[in-house]
């Protein structure tokens, strides 16, 4: 009988255990990698600006593309391939609501973050990408203070590695900029984390471009890896091309070759593919339309992104819960005014 008795104490208290833990919403637990001290104390001093406009600031560096990598989505997109690809559904930038930068007073504010041991030379390519962006969108990419969510930029990589996230992931997201990637492809990253995938996967590229896959497949001999996956278009169904139209000129788009082989070839001539140099007209018409044409953001929302504010509003004023009640400002009725 005791031994019953002691079951049915230990099988109550396992229920009531299980029965208030799904009366209270879980905290979100930081990854091994966001909990790691990582250097985030780099700044920008008006020299880097300076040097950032030189004309020779990246002379000594050859201008390639971002694939070098055949295991991230498109050759440098961080993220799950699987989320990734049902994203694609849905470009030519991400869909999602919630992978969005907010706007507001007209101005989308990107806070990033360097680590106090970036080179020189990468501070002013940094800087000119800031002053790029500054001066031809409403995307203003400033130092982090607080915010949430931001932008840390790895600049430890070796070689010529260049990725990043699609959109705003939530939280501290890292975009890799290697010692060879030039401040272009660093434009061509934060293209990335504003939510643009890469031009020449539009669902009307064949328009416009031959894909030679026989090359491809070459160069996947050669190699020993797979890179047809990178060329990849949208698929006509749910596709979301920004109206702006095809740009040959886009810095989102891939040069003509990889390795010695031709894969991406214009139907048009006398165009070039694959610049670095700049946003160009239509870069910035792209991303007037999907960020600086609309309202504004609103001032109060809920910014828990595992979407369950509305079914734990009986904690939203209880001391030890105020964190979900930060998260959940708009669901919890605590708007500030």
Partial sequence: MIGTRNTFIISWVL???IHDAMQTPLKPLQSL?????????????????????????????PEIDEDGDADLFEGDIEGEKAELRMLAENREVVGHAG???????????????IPSSISKQSKSELAK????????????????????????????????????????????????????????NL????????????????SDRDKYMTVNWDNIKKYE???????????LKCTDRGCNDLNVGYD?????????????????????SGVYIGQRNH????????????????????????TRNTGDCGNFLHVCKKAEYAWFAAECEKSCGICKA
């Fill in 187 to 202: 434009a061509h990253e934060f293209m990335h984390s504003l939510g643009f995938f890469h031009e020449h996967t539009r």
């Fill in 99 to 113: 992978k969005k930068w907010p706007k507001v007073n007209g101005v989308v504010t990107v806070p990033y973050t």
């Fill in 248 to 268: 040959y000129e886009s810095i989102m788009h891939y040069g003509q070759n990889m390795g010695r082989y031709p894969v991406l070839i214009p139907k048009s």
């Fill in 15 to 17: 229920l009531t255990i």
């Fill in 129 to 184: 990408v800031i002053t790029e962006y500054e001066t031809k969108t409403c995307i203003r990419l400033v130092p982090r203070s607080k915010e949430k969510n931001y932008v840390h930029i790895d600049s430890t990589p070796s070689g010529h590695r260049c990725s990043s996230p699609l959109g705003m992931s939530g939280g501290k997201q890292t975009i890799k900029f290697g010692e060879a990637c030039t401040w272009g």
């Fill in 221 to 231: 001999k050669e190699t020993g890896r797979t890179w047809k996956h990178n060329f």
């Fill in 279 to 302: 946003l160009s007209d239509k870069d910035i018409l792209g991303l007037n339309e999907h960020y600086c044409s609309g309202p504004d953001a609103e001032k109060c929302s809920d």
């Fill in 33 to 61: 990698v966001d909990g790691q001290d990582d250097d985030e104390d780099g700044s920008l001093s008006s020299e880097d600006f300076k040097n950032g406009l030189s004309e020779n600031l990246d002379q000594d560096k």
